[in-house]
C-alpha cells in the first residue's frame, strides 16, 4: 500500500505532463493549419487585422485575433467584417479537429469554394455553424459541400453570386440560408423541395430559379420556407398547402409569377401557419379562399400587389384570431371595409388595404383595435370624417397614411395630434383637406418623423414652430396655397432628409442656412413659388443631396460655387428663373448627376466641354425609387424646354393637368411612374437643357461620350460652328433640338443611325448640303428645317447636284436652267417646245417614284415609333 501510495502521484504527475505535452503539440498544429489558412487565402488585409498571427510571440494561437479557444483547443474562428480578400480555401479551416463555429462573413473572399485535392481519410470536421455569407463567390458549389462535416446544423451561404450546386448536404443539416444569389439550378431546387431530408429552416429568396413550384416532400420536416422574389410562374399547385408538412409555419412564395384563380383553393389543416406571404404574383379570384379560415395560428397574411384579386374583402378573416399583419394592398377589392374586420382588434398591429377601389369610410369600431401601431388605407376612394370620428380613438397608432382618397373638411392635424401621441408619420396627401398647420403641432407629437399634405387646400403660412420637431426627417406641402417666406429654423432639423414645397405661393428669399445643424439634406424641391434673390451657397454644404429643383422662381445672380462637390448630386433643375454668368464647368465633376435642366434663364459664355467628363463613370442607384411625372413639350421649339420633371409622390395626375405650367405649350403629354436606371456603373447624363439662354461659341464634341443621353436640347441660344460629328454616339438620345442658334456646315450623316431619334430640330440656323437620306431623319417634317438657306433634300425641296457645288437647292438650279433657256429660245422655239415637253414629263414623273418610295419608308418607320 505504501508504495502504491508513493508511485500514484508520480503516474498522475506523468498522465498530466504527457496531456500537456500533446495540448501543445495540438495548440502547434492548429497554429500551422491556421497559418496556412493565411497565407492561402488571404491575399489582402487592408485593417491589418491578422499581423498578430505568427509564431514569433508563443505557440498557440488562443490570443490570435479572431480566434477563439476553450480546453485550449480554437474551437470558433471570427473574421467577419475584415474586409478581408482572396481566394478562399477551407481545407486547413477544415483540418482543425475542435472548430465548430466559422464566420467570415462580410468580407470580399471570393471562388468557388471548392478544395484543393480530396482531403486525407483521417481528416475529421468538427464543424457545427458556418457563415460565408456577404462574400463574392460565384460559380457552382462542389458536390456534396461540407459532407466530412458530420454534425454540421447551419450553413449561410447568402448574398454571393453562386448559381447551384452543393448538395446534397450532411443529413444533419437544420439550417439553410442561399438567398439573394444567382441560383438557377434546378437540380438544388428539386432536392431541397422534394427530398426526405431534415432542413428545418430554408431560405432561398432572391435568385435566379424559374419553372413550377415543386410540391414539398411528406417526409420533409421544414418549417420555414422562403422562396419570394424568384422568377418562378406557373399555376399555384392545387395540393401545394393541402400537401405541405404539418410543422410548416412560415410560406413566402412573393415577387415571383404565379397565376390562378385561388377563389377555391384549399389550404388544407393549415394547423401550424403562422406567415403567409403571397404578395406581388398575378393570382386572381373574387374574395380569398374560405378554407383560409381554417389557417388558426396566421399572425401574418400578405396578399398584396396581385392586382386581380377583386370582390369584397372576406368577412371571413374576422376569425383568424391571432392575425397581427394583414395586407390586401394594391388588388381590385371593392365595397366598404367590413365591421367584422374589427374582431381582430385585440392583435392586429398592421392593417394594409391600400390601392384597392374601397369606398365609404372606417367602421366605428376600429376604433377599439388597442394594439393597432400601422394603418394604410391610402389610394382608395374614402369618404366621410372617419379621421376625427375614429381614428383618433386608436391611441397606439404610429404610422398614418391615407393619401389619395376623397376626405374632406378641415385638416385633421388638431385632432390626431391630441389623441395620438405616439404617430411618426402622418401621410394625407391628395384629398381636400383645407385650413392652417397648428403651430404648436411638434409639441404633442414629439416623435413625429414624416409630414405629408400634398395636394390639398392648406393655407397661411409655414409654422416656424416646425422647427422644433427634434425627429423631423420629410416634410411635403407641396400643391398646396401656402404663403410666406420659408421659416429659417426649419433648415436646423437635426435629422431633416426631404424638404419638399413645390407648387405653393412662397415668397421671399430662400434662407441661407441650409446645413448648418446637419449634412442629411438629401431633397430640396422647392420650385414654382414666387422666390426672389439669389441661391443661397449654403445649399453647396448639404453634401448628400440628390435632388435640387429651384425652378420655376424669380431668382437672380449666378449659380454659386460649390456644386461640383455635390457627389450625390443626381437632378439639378434651375430652369425658368433668371440666373445669369456661366455654366459651371464644375457640374462634370458631379460624379451621379443624370439630369441638369438650365433652360430659360440669361446665361452666356461657351458650354464647358467638361460637363461630359463623368461620362461612363455614373452608377445606377442613387434616385431610383423616386416617384415622378415629367411634363413633355411636344410643341417643338415654340415652347420653352424639352419638358418639367416634378417630385410626384401623393400627387393626383388630374391635379397636375391643371397646373398652369402644363399650359405653357400647346401640346403636352405627363409621364408618371418611379424612377429606375437603365445602366449600372457605366452611365452618363440622360437629361440635359440650356435651351432659352444665351449661350455662344461651338458645341463641344466631349457631349458625343455621353451614350446614355435621352434628351439634349440647347435650342434658341447663340452657338456658331458645325454640329459635331461625335454626336453618333448619343446612341440612346430620342430629343435633339438645336434650333435657333447660328449653325453652319451640313448635317453629320451619322445622325441617321441614332434609331431611338424621335425629335429632332435643327431649324432656324445657317446649316447648307443635303439631309442625310438614312434612318429616320427624313421623316420630320419640313418645320425641323425650315429657315436653313442652304439646306435640301427630303422633306425640303430636292438636292440638285454638280461637280463643283455638290448639293443645293432646287431654287437656285432653276434660276440657272432659265437663262440657259432663254438662249436657246433664241435659235428655235419649236426645238424648244419639244425637249421642255419631253423634259418636264421625266421630271415629273421621277420624282413621284422616289417620293412614293420614301413615304413607304416614313410610313413603316412612323408605325414602329407609334408601337414602341
Known amino acids: 500500500m505504501g508504495a502504491f501510495g508513493v508511485v500514484a502521484p508520480a503516474a498522475l504527475l506523468f498522465v498530466v505532463v504527457l496531456h500537456l505535452a500533446r495540448a501543445i503539440a495540438g495548440a502547434g498544429d492548429e497554429a500551422a493549419a491556421l497559418l496556412a489558412f493565411k497565407g492561402a487565402s488571404v491575399a489582402a488585409d487592408p485593417g491589418g487585422a491578422l499581423a498578430g498571427w505568427d509564431n514569433s510571440s508563443s505557440g498557440s494561437p488562443c490570443a490570435w485575433a479572431g480566434v477563439s479557444c476553450a480546453d485550449g483547443r480554437v474551437r470558433a474562428l471570427d473574421l467577419s467584417g475584415l474586409s478581408l480578400s482572396g481566394r478562399l480555401r477551407l481545407d486547413s479551416l477544415l483540418a482543425l479537429p475542435a472548430l465548430q463555429r466559422l464566420d467570415l462573413r462580410g468580407n470580399a473572399f471570393h471562388g468557388d469554394l471548392s478544395r484543393r485535392g480530396s482531403p486525407p481519410r483521417t481528416a475529421s470536421c468538427a464543424l457545427v455553424h458556418v457563415d460565408l455569407s456577404s462574400n463574392t463567390f460565384n460559380g457552382t458549389l462542389p458536390r456534396a459541400f461540407l459532407a466530412s462535416c458530420g454534425g454540421l446544423q447551419s450553413l449561410n451561404l447568402s448574398r454571393n453570386s453562386l448559381t447551384g450546386g452543393g448538395f446534397p448536404f450532411p443529413p444533419s443539416l437544420r439550417t439553410l440560408d442561399m438567398s439573394r ?50 422568377l418562378m410562374s406557373s399555376i399555384l399547385p392545387a395540393r401545394f398547402m393541402a400537401m405541405a408538412p404539418a410543422n410548416l409555419t412560415y410560406l413566402s412564395i412573393a415577387g415571383n409569377n404565379f397565376s390562378g384563380d385561388i ?58 384570431q391571432s392575425l397581427r399583419r394583414l395586407s390586401l394592398a394594391g388588388n381590385q377589392f371593392t365595397g366598404e371595409i367590413p365591421d367584422e374586420l374589427s374582431l381582430l382588434c385585440k392583435t392586429l398591429v398592421d392593417l394594409d388595404l391600400s390601392s384597392n377601389k374601397l369606398i365609404g369610410s372606417l367602421p366605428a369600431s376600429f376604433g377599439q383595435c388597442i394594439m393597432l401601431q400601422v394603418l394604410d388605407l391610402g389610394n382608395n376612394q374614402l369618404s366621410g370624417d372617419f379621421v376625427v370620428t375614429v381614428i383618433t380613438n386608436i391611441s397606439s397608432l404610429r404610422v398614418l397614411r391615407l393619401p389619395l382618397n376623397n376626405i374632406t373638411g378641415a385638416n385633421p392635424l388638431p385632432a390626431l395630434a391630441s389623441r395620438c401621441p405616439l404617430l411618426e408619420v402622418v401621410d394625407l396627401g391628395s384629398n381636400e383637406f383645407d385650413g392652417e398647420i397648428m403651430p404648436d403641432l411638434c409639441m404633442s407629437l414629439p416623435s413625429l418623423r414624416k409630414l405629408l399634405l400634398p395636394n390639398n387646400y392648406i393655407s397661411g403660412t409655414v409654422p416656424p414652430s416646425l422647427g422644433n420637431c427634434g425627429n423631423l426627417e420629410s416634410i411635403d406641402l407641396s400643391f398646396n396655397l401656402l404663403v410666406g417666406q420659408i421659416p429659417p429654423e426649419i433648415l436646423f432639423l437635426p435629422k431633416l432628409v426631404d424638404l419638399v414645397m413645390w407648387a405653393n405661393s412662397l415668397s421671399g428669399e430662400i434662407p441661407g442656412k441650409f446645413c448648418s445643424n446637419s449634412t442629411t439634406l438629401e431633397t430640396l424641391v422647392i420650385s414654382y413659388n414666387d422666390f426672389n434673390g439669389s441661391i443661397p451657397q449654403s445649399i453647396t ?328
Open 181 to 230: 444569389n444567382h441560383l438557377s439550378d434546378a437540380g438544388l431546387l428539386n432536392y431541397t423541395l422534394t427530398g426526405c431530408h431534415t432542413i428545418q429552416y430554408l431560405n432561398l429568396s432572391a435568385n435566379q430559379f424559374t419553372g413550377t413550384l415543386l410540391e414539398i416532400a411528406p417526409c420533409s420536416e421544414v418549417a420555414v420556407l422562403d422562396l419570394s422574389w424568384n
Open 263 to 320: 377563389s377555391d383553393y384549399e389550404f388544407g389543416a393549415c394547423a401550424n401557419l403562422k406567415l403567409l406571404d403571397w404578395s406581388c404574383n398575378r393570382l386572381s379570384g373574387m374574395g380569398l379562399p374560405k378554407s383560409l379560415s381554417k389557417c388558426r395560428h396566421l399572425e401574418t397574411l400578405d396578399m398584396s400587389g396581385n392586382k386581380l384579386l377583386s370582390g369584397p374583402v372576406p368577412v371571413f378573416l374576422g376569425e383568424l
Open 541 to 868: 454644404r448639404c453634401v448628400n443631396l440628390i435632388w435640387v429643383s429651384l425652378a420655376g422662381n424669380h431668382l437672380t445672380g449666378s449659380v454659386p460655387s460649390g456644386f461640383g462637390g455635390l457627389q450625390n448630386l443626381a437632378i439639378l433643375q434651375l430652369n425658368k428663373n433668371s440666373l445669369s454668368g456661366q455654366v459651371p464647368a464644375e457640374l462634370g465633376s458631379c460624379s451621379n448627376l443624370i439630369w441638369l435642366d438650365l433652360n430659360s434663364n440669361d446665361l452666356t459664355g461657351t458650354i464647358p466641354p467638361q460637363l461630359a467628363a463623368q461620362a461612363g463613370l455614373i452608377t445606377g442607384a442613387t434616385v431610383s425609387g423616386k416617384q415622378f411625372a415629367f411634363l413633355r413639350n411636344e410643341a417643338g421649339n415654340i415652347c420653352p424646354g424639352a419638358g418639367v420633371l416634378f417630385e410626384f409622390l401623393d400627387i393626383r395626375p388630374e391635379r397636375l393637368a391643371n397646373f398652369p405650367a402644363v399650359h405653357l405649350c400647346s401640346s403636352t403629354r405627363i409621364y408618371t411612374g418611379t424612377t429606375v436606371y437603365t445602366f449600372r456603373n457605366n452611365g452618363s447624363m440622360i437629361f440635359l437643357d440650356f435651351s432659352y439662354n444665351s449661350l455662344t461659341g461651338m458645341i463641344p464634341a466631349s457631349f458625343g461620350n455621353m451614350t446614355y443621353l435621352e434628351v439634349l436640347n440647347l435650342g434658341h441660344n447663340e452657338l456658331t460652328g458645325a454640329i459635331p460629328d461625335a454626336f453618333t454616339g448619343l446612341k440612346e438620345i430620342g430629343v435633339l433640338d438645336l434650333s435657333h442658334n447660328n449653325l453652319t456646315g451640313i448635317i453629320p450623316s451619322g445622325l441617321g443611325c441614332l434609331h431611338f431619334l424621335a425629335d429632332f430640330d435643327v431649324s432656324n440656323n445657317n446649316l447648307t448640303g443635303e439631309i442625310p437620306t438614312s434612318g429616320q431623319l427624313i421623316t420630320f417634317p419640313a418645320s425641323r428645317y425650315a429657315n436653313n438657306s442652304g439646306l435640301c433634300g427630303i422633306p425640303l425641296d430636292p438636292c440638285v447636284h454638280n461637280g463643283s457645288a455638290g448639293g443645293i437647292p432646287q431654287t437656285s438650279y432653276r434660276h440657272k436652267k432659265f437663262a440657259r433657256e432663254s438662249v436657246v429660245l433664241s435659235v428655235t422655239l419649236s426645238m424648244l417646245i419639244l425637249l421642255s415637253l419631253l423634259i418636264i414629263q421625266y421630271k415629273l414623273w421621277r420624282p413621284i417614284k422616289i417620293n412614293q418610295k420614301k413615304y413607304k419608308l416614313v410610313t413603316v418607320i412612323a408605325s414602329h415609333h407609334q408601337a414602341n
